[in-house]
């Protein structure tokens, strides 16, 4: 048994470092892969970011379940408004027999695209979690991505129940302490990583501790940190900063500190457990 159900993580052979041994038992496309649920009660804090990069590092689908515009689908290229077709939402209302395709291009992470009607479409958080995870279970052992809109909302919500890991970015300061603090109340006993996020070179001491004070629980864990990268704001590339050809310096250190979350998020997927 292990921590995250039937993980089936595929792709970590991009991610640099010590190499993990994935039981066979549970590699291939005879379960499910994993599902990673990016969420926050804040905007800002990293989320569309990170989601972006560990799908690019885990080669997993992406699904932008943040309706609102300039999240993932936007940094993707693909302008839902432009489309006849709406893919995400056709395929929970049908329910979950209906996989939607990814969408593929190079060098970004494949992508179920978001469109602004999800925000008033006639759906539960029930429906979405049935749905990710019959997903998930077609898409043939690949890890599945979710990055959801700030806050309170059925997606999100749905996104959570059913995540073998919530993934949570967590910048300094006061406010972000206390909405994180506020999540882990509200889903006490989730397995949840805090990603410390957008680290300047001297962060709070208060914070820190803040921040180790929360990973004290049992079903939560600390990741390494994400560190303040000025340029990223600036970026106009739609290429994952993990796949970047010819990436120089900034880059490639980012790069590597979005890997090494995704190692930790995996890591704790494949942990065996005692029960
Ligand atoms: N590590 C980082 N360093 C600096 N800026 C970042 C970093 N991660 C994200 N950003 C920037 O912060 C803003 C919010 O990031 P985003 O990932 O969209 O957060 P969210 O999805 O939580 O709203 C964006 O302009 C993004 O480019
Ligand atoms: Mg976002």
């Known amino acids: 048994m ?6 089936a993580i595929r792709g970590l052979d991009r991610v640099r470092g010590p190499s993990l041994r994935i039981p066979s038992s549970i590699r291939g496309s005879a379960v499910r892969g994993t599902l990673l649920t990016v969420a926050a009660q804040k905007g800002g804090v990293g989320k569309t970011t990170l989601a972006y990069e560990l799908a690019a590092v885990l080669d997993g689908v992406l699904v932008d379940l943040d309706f609102h515009g300039g999240g ?3 940094l993707w290229g693909f302008d839902p408004m432009s489309s006849i077709r709406a893919p995400l939402l ?4 049908h329910g979950p027999g209906r996989p939607p395709r990814p969408k593929h291009r190079p060098n970004r992470p ?3 695209p978001s469109h602004p009607d ?5 759906l539960d958080a029930e429906a979405v979690a049935d749905c990710l995870e019959a997903w998930a279970q077609a898409w043939q052992g690949r890890s599945v991505i979710i990055d959801t809109h700030p806050g309170a909302h059925w997606s999100t919500d749905g996104a959570i129940q059913v995540a073998d890991l919530v993934i949570v970015p967590v910048p300094p300061g006061r406010r972000e302490i206390a909405a994180t603090e506020a999540m882990l109340r509200e889903y006490e006993g989730f397995p949840i990583l805090l990603v410390p996020s957008i680290v300047p070179p001297s962060p709070p001491a208060r914070w820190i501790a803040a921040l180790q004070e929360l990973a004290q629980a049992p079903s939560v864990h600390l990741a390494p940190p994400i560190s303040e990268h000025r340029w990223l704001r600036r970026r106009m590339l739609a290429t994952a900063v993990t796949r970047q050809t010819r990436s120089g310096t ?4 980012a790069a590597r500190e979005y890997q090494a979350v ?4 995996a890591q704790l997927c494949l942990t065996p457990t005692t029960t």
């Open 118 to 122: 999800l925000s008033a479409a006639r």
């Open 2 to 7: 292990y921590a995250c159900g039937c993980a």
């Open 250 to 253: 900034r880059t490639q250190r």
């Open 90 to 93: 056709d395929a929970l209302e």
């Open 72 to 74: 993932a689908t936007n």
């Open 262 to 265: 995704a190692r930790r998020a």
């Open 110 to 112: 494949d992508l179920i």
